[in-house]
């Protein structure tokens, strides 16, 4: 039954309600069967083992995905061991890429995915446990070969990931590490990182993720809008001509969600009314001629 539910829940992502409700009886599920419990795993052979602590992992994630997004909290943790890599001769089967995902997803903890649930600071939250994101998540793991099987997912969920520690800094505002409210060149330079890959990525690589990459696209956006609300001239000019090239690459993908793009227009249309038209924004010391700036 976790199987059937499992599946059911991806083939309806479409359907984000239904999806999770799926998603929750199978974790209802292995919750049952005690998945959760490393001692579980005593009495099975290694490839039973292997093949639970997959399926344990991969709904941790769908869970923690879909807590950013529904706001629901999480029931799941990293309370057992991830699954060990395999001999395998075919690259398509190796697990390097998984046990990375599951490395993105378990390095900010459960108590980072219920405060972004919450829309609020958790207290368990720490200056500590967000600085552990952003340094940890800077890089992927040497064992990935770029373009390889998983680079896509891997490459845009750790920018996500390290976006959303941003975020969660930006509410904090006391915060004074170098993750903190008053640095908005943060997410400049997360988007930045992120165009170069897309620059050098065949556009066909991306019909085969669904719609993970443009909704997390579009959270590295809303956190450009955010910038420009709040900072200086300079630094707004710059967040839009950002803003402009992450928002042609999102709306070129073939799977989008709708509900997201219609909030995020609505966050740019606030952030626009904002705006003084009175003086265009302008870099120090460009030419006048140089006034025309792409939204």
């Avoid at 890959?197 to 956006?221: M, S």
Wanted: net charge negative.
């Amino acid at each position: 039954m976790t199987y059937y539910c499992l599946h059911r829940s991806f083939a309806q992502i479409s359907n984000a309600r239904t999806s999770y409700r799926l998603c929750c009886e199978a974790v209802g599920l292995i919750t049952v069967a005690g998945l959760h419990r490393e001692e579980t795993y005593g009495s099975l052979t290694f490839e039973e083992q292997q093949l639970r602590r997959k399926l344990y992992y991969l709904l941790l994630m769908t869970e923690r995905y879909y807590a950013i997004y529904l706001h629901c909290a999480t029931s799941l943790d990293a309370t057992i061991a991830p699954p060990q890599l395999e001999l395998v001769t075919d690259p398509q089967l190796s697990m390097d890429s998984f046990l990375e995902m599951i490395r993105i997803f378990t390095v900010p903890g459960k108590c980072f995915f219920d405060a972004l649930a919450a829309d609020s600071t958790d207290a368990s939250c720490t200056e500590e446990s967000l600085k552990k994101i952003w340094n940890e998540l800077h890089t992927t793991s040497s064992e990935i070969e770029p373009w390889s099987n998983g680079y896509i997912d891997i490459s845009f969920s750790r920018r996500w990931i390290r976006i959303l520690a941003w975020k969660l800094a930006y509410q904090m505002r006391g915060s004074n590490f170098s993750l903190n409210a008053n640095n908005g060149q943060i997410p400049i330079e997360i988007a930045r990182d992120m165009l170069i890959d897309t620059y050098l990525t065949p556009e066909n690589l991306y019909d085969v993720h669904g719609p993970g990459v443009p909704v997390k696209t579009l959270e590295i956006a809303t956190a450009l809008v955010d910038i420009v609300g709040q900072y200086d001239h300079n630094m707004k000019l710059e967040a839009w001509n950002v803003l402009h090239d992450v928002c042609k690459f999102a709306f070129s993908l073939n799977h989008y969600n709708n509900d997201m793009l219609k909030r995020f227009s609505t966050k740019c249309q606030n952030a626009l009314i904002t705006l003084p038209i009175s003086k265009p924004l302008q870099l120090d010391g460009y030419p006048k001629d140089n006034e025309d700036i792409d939204p």
